[in-house]
């Protein structure tokens, strides 16, 4: 875990308040948390560090890494810490239009839509002086947008299943940000099927193995003991799809 970075913000008013203007990672908006109540589907804790003028929040995970979330139902791992997340949001301070990019798109693409972006952003705030500023007294090395790009894709791919956000009063998830993915449902009821289908050949490893799969696991629905109620939370998506809160 490297939060290093997010250290020197906290502590230097100058460096907090370029990460605010014009990279919008605000600090001082991490005392009015998200703009609902939220917590991950895995239990795990949460802690707002910084938020941005849209609305939108960061979280730091127990594992470290930082979860984005926006105020219209949409969030997603942006790094695997805060140092790296920092180093994205400055980089790319347009991220958010990237998150349907991928490596694969090429570079031709990548930095197309990154100078488009940065260029519509030079019209109201100076970016160049403050991103290099920033590098500098953070520690971060100038890496190349479609390097960055790449991260931001990898790291949003991570999101699912261990950071899925869920509203804490509806237990609704929020919708993935970026690169779209089956709905967990399907998989949870092809893993149901292929089970029944085993245990009705007489397969006497099927039922030790549904027992101890982690699909799914931490649910409300599902006690882990109960091989008969986790094969029918598998068959009929009731896991996923409580533990999700699929709308």
């Known amino acids: ?30 005392a009015h948390g998200h703009v609902e109540e939220v917590r991950l589907a895995s239990g795990e804790p949460l802690e707002v560090v910084a938020g941005d003028d849209t609305g939108g929040t960061y979280f730091l995970c127990a594992d470290g890494s930082v979860l984005y979330a926006d105020s219209e ?30 490596p694969d798109d090429g570079e031709e693409k990548i930095l197309a839509c990154v100078t488009e972006t940065e260029d519509e952003i030079r019209e109201y705030y100076g970016i160049d002086e403050e991103r290099a500023e920033l590098r500098a007294a953070l520690g971060f090395p100038e890496r190349s947008p479609v390097e960055l790009v790449g991260r931001l894709r990898a790291a949003l791919l991570r999101t699912e299943p261990d950071f899925v956000l869920l509203n804490a009063d509806e237990g609704c998830a929020y919708d993935r940000l970026g690169p779209a993915s089956p709905p967990l449902w399907e998989a949870v009821l092809a893993a149901g099927r292929a089970d029944l289908a085993r245990l009705r050949q007489g397969d006497r490893t099927a039922w030790r193995e ?35 809160g699929l709308r």
């Not at 875990?1 to 991490?30: K, N, V």
């Not at 695997?80 to 347009?94: F, R």
């Not at 696991?217 to 999700?244: D, F, K, N, Q």
Request: charged share 25%; hydrophobic share 35%.
């Open 1 to 30: 875990m490297s939060d290093h970075a997010l250290r020197l913000l906290r502590q230097d008013r100058r460096l907090a308040e370029l990460a605010a203007h014009p990279f919008d990672f605000d600090i001082d908006r991490a």
């Open 73 to 102: 139902g949409t969030a997603g791992i942006i790094g695997s810490s805060a140092d790296e997340a920092l180093e994205l949001v400055i980089g790319l301070p347009g991220w958010r239009d990237y998150t349907q990019l991928s």
């Open 210 to 244: 549904v027992a101890e799969d982690p699909l799914g696991a931490g649910s409300p629905c599902e006690p882990r003991s109960s091989t008969v109620l986790r094969v029918t939370c598998r068959c009929y998506g009731t896991c996923c799809g409580m533990r999700h």
